[in-house]
Every structure is written in C-alpha cells, then in structure tokens.
C-alpha cells in the first residue's frame, strides 16, 4: 500500500521571511500543515534531564515547533521509532494520529509549540504503549 505523505511522520520547512529587524516565519493552517489547527499550546521550563511522557492519539494529528532552544521529538509506529531534533523554529515535525511520541533531550529555555488537529480529548489518549501496539495490530478494540 503506499502512503500519503500526510500518512507517515515528516519534517516540514516553514516560509522564513528574513528582514535585518529580525525574521518571520508563518504557520497557515491547511496550508503549511495539512490540518485544519484546533488547539496550540506550548511547552516550557522543562527542568534538566526530564522528558514529556510518550503517548500515541487515536485522532488527533500534530505538528510540533521548536520556538526557542532544542529537544528530541522520539516517534515510533508500532514497529520502529526514530528521533527527530528539532532546533530551528523554521521547521516542525509533522506527526500523523496513531503514532506514539515523547519529547526529551530539551535545552536550556527552550519552547516547544504544538498545533493540534483536535480540541482536548482526554478520550483521544493511548497511555499505555503495550495498548497502542495492541491498537496499530488490531488486536484491541
């Protein structure tokens, strides 16, 4: 079967505007994500040598920005994981619903935006990563 690229976790480069003042970068829904954006929110004065723990959604799709600082985004499908450092806030990590994730590795005073495809759901959530594989093999409900 072969997968859009909206199927599989992906960076994406953003448009930077350079101006001597300072630059710019945009995010347009439906436009540089490929989501409509239902929720941000942010990440911050993660304390050194602690991470965000992992989690997968049944529905919700992200796209993750380092605004200030550094981190490593950890993805993995059911099968293999790969890390992501994200260290630019010109580029985000795409990542598509059913797709684990945690975040660590977070410099000093760094800023780690997330755009949403869905409001808050606690509903949403996989906890439990043995839950998840269970889910993504389709031997759970």
């Known amino acids: 079967m072969a997968y859009k690229k909206e199927d599989r976790v992906h960076l994406i480069d953003l448009p930077k505007v ?17 989501f409509k954006v239902m929720r941000n929110y942010w990440i911050y004065d993660v304390p050194s040598g602690m991470w965000r723990d992992g989690h997968a959604f049944k529905e919700q799709c992200e796209f993750i920005v380092a605004l200030s600082g550094s981190f490593d985004v950890v993805v993995n499908d059911g099968t293999a994981e790969h890390t992501y450092h994200l260290a630019r806030p010109q580029v985000g990590l795409y990542i598509p619903n059913m797709t684990w994730r945690h975040i660590d590795n977070f410099s000093t005073n760094s ?3 997330v755009l949403s495809s869905t409001c808050y759901d606690p509903e949403d959530y996989i ?11 389709g031997k759970a409900e």
């Open 127 to 137: 906890e439990d990563f043995e839950d998840f594989k269970a889910l993504k093999d």
């Open 18 to 34: 350079k101006d001597p003042r300072g630059n710019l970068t945009v995010i347009e829904s439906g436009i540089h994500v490929p």
């Open 111 to 113: 800023v780690a935006m």
